[in-house]
């Protein structure tokens, strides 16, 4: 039972967070909302829906020769009247990555109107994610900055998924507490191998600054 727990509750986490980022990317526009119980929207709209952001030409070329699934598609509705709204989220998983891409689709006026990303989870993608990790942390330009320093301590680990092209890379993120500094490593995942290493820019996370050689 707890090795089904372990594999269970980290995809139960991130599809909350997914649905969580919806909701605040929806609330900013449209406030007093909810998401409709179940997924709100009828067998045909949820092919129209899907139909609409698949052949949209921005969605076409951030998927384009990458595997991924339609995870769902959830509809919004004012929580006072109830009175849907009428654009639907369709949540595109690419796979063996962490990485999402939401289309939200205004079904009245039959297109995609904005596109955004964010990370839905994946057991392949984190295990990446984590290997990608103890790359970064064990290349010589990072080990001689934590040197001495212990884990959660004195440093944190942030990570973050991203395709260059078609190719997943991984932004490894080391902010060190004392003093205060950040460095980003960015790890391929299929060579396996630090790429690159850079100062993060001051108040960022990902955002690189000074290349370290």
Known sequence: MKKKMAIICPCLLAGCLLLGI??????REYPYIMPTIPGGVTGEEKEEAIRIALNNESVKEKIEGLEY????VIAFEKWMTGEKLETVYVDIHIKGTGICYTAK?????GRVTRISESYCGDKIGEEKSRKASKIAQNDPRIKERIEGKIKERDYEVIRRN???????VVDVCIEIKEPPERYVATVDTEEWKVIGVWK???GTF??????IK
């Open 69 to 72: 699934e339609v995870r769902d």
């Open 200 to 202: 993060a820019v001051p």
């Open 162 to 168: 991203r395709l260059i092209g078609k190719k997943l």
């Open 206 to 211: 990902f955002e690189k600054g000074e290349e």
């Open 22 to 27: 919806m909701i605040a990317e929806v609330f």
């Open 105 to 109: 689709v205004n079904l009245t006026e």
